[in-house]
């Protein structure tokens, strides 16, 4: 079993590079400039589908252990990876239009190399083995095959999930926090599509929150948070995925009664996911009287301290808190919530597969390559 922390925490700042040195957990998280000309030829090729307009292909987070090789890592290519060939959403005029072409006569458009406009991806984060050298026999040249890492795997029912209660606490200090892009689409003007990933690390815990954001206007929302949560010392890496979706109207629908006509709530990431966490355990507005309706929901954020540098700061202690812009994106760092109920019943909105929670468990490995 992994023991816990007993070096003295190490932030440590780069520039375009930060990160945080937990005895053998290595935090890193690089930002850097959207991909060049040059950089997103090459991506696009290697991917099979066209970037969305804003691309951070350089930016990373990973989390590596130095005493077993373990690696967690999320960045914009493999993300964009997991995006499917074809789609059934559809902007919200695109039946208009096709009905237009139908009455025009124009010959239909095919769709050379189709993908997921809407840039919906399910990736959970890589899980590798950073290679090693590789001895070969004296008879052969053959190098060592490398061992696999280990695997992620459904966790037993009687698990009791990533502790909210403890990442809610305020009487631990926050050692390190960074919010890392990978990438945003405005999706033709219809909308958004983004991926951002944040990281959060104190004395006790690593969480991180992986968030695919989805607003197709008039049409639907969906998000898909992937978090995953270490206890330092227990051995075992906690990975809940959450997928949720609903019409643009149903959330609409629950905007605040007092400015019906106001509709920035509908831009505010926070704002959708607790409306989407409520619709997906909860009869629709519409199915109460206008009396009786229930409030919106409010999203659960983490108590921050204010400040103005924007930078991580040492405290009296020798740790490190957030200040500033850094302060205020961690407010805006979802811990999760308590429910873990399936969707309602059955909408008019295309099926999505990742609809639903995922709870899994990743029992880590030891010095010499044997699981816990």
């Not at 139908?102 to 239909?108: C, P, V, Y």
């Not at 950073?130 to 190098?143: G, K, L």
């Not at 995953?228 to 605040?256: C, W």
Request: glycine letters at 8%; proline letters at 10%; one cysteine or more.
């Amino acid at each position: 079993m992994t023991s816990t922390t007993t070096a003295p925490p190490r932030p440590f700042d780069h520039g375009s590079s930060k990160g945080i040195q937990l005895d053998t957990w290595l935090l890193t998280s690089t930002i850097l400039p959207i991909l060049n000309a040059t950089e997103s030829d090459a991506a696009q090729a290697q991917l099979h589908l066209p970037l969305p307009e804003i691309c951070f292909g350089n930016n990373t987070l990973v989390l590596h252990d130095s005493a077993t090789n373990l690696q967690f890592q999320w960045n914009a290519l493999d993300a964009l990876k997991a995006v499917g060939r074809d789609t059934e959403v559809k902007v919200a005029y695109a039946d208009e239009w096709a009905r237009g072409q139908a009455n025009s006569g124009s010959a239909d458009v095919a769709v050379q190399k189709p993908f997921d406009w809407t840039y919906t991806t399910v990736h959970p984060g890589s899980v590798s083995l950073s290679p090693s050298p590789s001895p070969t026999s004296p008879s052969s040249s053959a190098p060592t095959p490398q061992p696999q890492p280990p695997q992620f795997l459904p966790a037993p029912p009687t698990h009791p999930g990533i502790p909210l209660h403890l990442l809610a606490r305020q009487d631990i200090p926050i050692l390190f926090y960074d919010e890392i892009p990978l990438f945003e689409d405005e999706l033709g003007d219809n909308g958004i599509a983004e991926l951002v990933v944040r990281v959060r690390v104190n004395s006790t815990s690593i969480f991180i929150l992986s968030r695919f954001f989805l607003r197709i206007d008039n049409v639907l929302f969906r998000i898909f948070d992937v978090r995953l949560y270490m206890a330092l010392g227990s051995g075992e890496v906690i990975r809940e995925s959450k997928g949720r979706q609903a019409g643009y109207e149903e959330v609409k629908a629950r905007l605040p009664f007092d400015k019906p006509t106001d509709l920035t709530p509908l831009t505010d990431i926070n704002w959708v996911h607790a409306q989407l966490e409520a619709l997906a355990t909860s009869p629709p507005p519409s199915a109460f009287p206008p009396s009786s309706r229930p409030s919106s929901a409010t999203p659960l954020r983490h108590p921050t301290a204010g400040g103005s540098t924007g930078r991580l700061t040492p405290s009296a202690s020798g740790a490190s808190t957030p200040t500033g812009r850094t302060a205020e994106a961690l407010g805006r760092m979802d811990l999760g919530s308590e429910s873990g109920g399936e969707s309602r019943g059955a909408r008019s909105l295309p099926k999505w597969e990742a609809e639903g929670v995922k709870l899994e468990v990743l029992k880590l490995p030891v010095a010499g390559g044997e699981s816990n």
